[in-house]
């Protein structure tokens, strides 16, 4: 068995990795506040695939990687053999042999796994159609910075069950947390990740309702109805009439603990998933969440390159 890091899936790694890492991020981010800064990973190369449009994953990874010493560069399927129908085999031995690890975001989770399985160096996921790992740890570390640990507290999900809502379904397992989760019939998350949760005894269970979800908890959590893998056609004509039921709205936000955190990790349509008044309200955590992408991302990197 390959004893390379991937970072590839939250349930793919043990509770006590996934704690070492953010605990890692954790004092990273009050080291760099402080103008302590090592670089571990100094002359080390991290290749960047870009295959979905990106804005915060893009920066922060490279500067993650810039800000522990190393170099990145960045591609694009245009850039790339890759996007020619070179094979992702040949794909993964060529670049193993020229940097020390590869990042990719793209819309077919296999690709992200193939890569991983033939090449050499950690392959580390930036978002697939399936899950969006790097952002959940930035999620879970946002949530301790103003909640303490996230451990026995209680995160409400509404809207569509998307890739982020399964990384949340996995972090919930391993961080030992509870997660309700309120999403029309058609936009629920994967059954065989709902059944993995139950397997593991998670407390993750799907509500009827907004207002269920949202009572007492103590995060409160949406996405975007129209995923950034849709061809403009299919997003215009997506149906997102049952969703409407599921925006998150001040009477939402009221229902909560009143130090409940509202997280979203952009970009944010408002006036769709979440009212303007709550994503830019005092609730709403939503920048320190996109700053810890950041932070997130170098305990990650260096994880995976130790």
């Not at 670049?95 to 690890?101: E, M, P």
């Not at 030992?176 to 139950?198: G, N």
């Not at 269970?205 to 995060?219: F, G, L, M, P, W």
């Amino acid at each position: 068995m390959s004893s390379t890091n991937h970072f590839l899936d939250i349930d793919a790694l043990d509770a006590k990795t996934l704690r070492g890492m953010l605990d890692d991020a954790h004092d990273m981010k009050a080291r760099w506040k402080a103008k302590d800064r090592p670089k571990p990973c100094t002359d080390m190369v991290l290749v960047t695939i870009f295959e979905k449009p990106s804005t915060r994953t893009r920066v922060s990874f490279d500067l993650a990687m810039r800000q522990l010493g190393g170099e990145t560069i960045n591609l694009s399927p245009g850039d790339m053999q890759l996007g020619r129908g070179e094979s992702i085999a040949d794909t993964a031995q060529v670049l193993s042999r020229y940097v020390d690890a590869i990042m990719i975001r793209t819309v077919d989770h296999q690709k992200m796994l193939d890569l991983a399985h033939h090449g050499s160096v950690p392959v580390i996921n930036g978002l697939t159609d399936r899950t969006h790992p790097s952002q959940l740890m930035a999620d879970v570390m946002t949530v301790e910075e103003h909640l303490g640990p996230i451990r026995d507290k209680v995160v409400a999900w509404a809207g569509d069950g998307n890739n982020m809502a399964c990384s949340w379904i996995h972090a919930a397992v391993r961080f030992d947390f509870e997660l309700r989760i309120a999403c029309p019939p058609k936009y629920r998350p994967p059954a065989e990740i709902m059944d993995w949760a139950s397997e593991h005894q998670g407390r993750v269970k799907i509500v009827e309702t907004v207002d269920e979800a949202v009572t007492e908890a103590d995060c409160i959590v949406t996405d975007t109805w129209k995923s950034m893998s849709d061809e403009r056609a299919e997003a215009e004509a997506l149906d997102t009439s049952a969703l409407e039921d599921f925006r998150i709205d001040g009477s939402k936000m009221a229902l909560a603990n009143p130090s409940a955190i509202f997280m979203h990790c952009m970009p944010i349509y408002r006036g769709n998933e979440v009212t303007g008044a709550v994503a830019d309200g005092p609730q709403s955590v939503i920048y320190d969440e996109a700053e810890n992408r950041l932070h997130a991302q170098k305990a990650i990197l260096k994880w995976c390159l130790s």
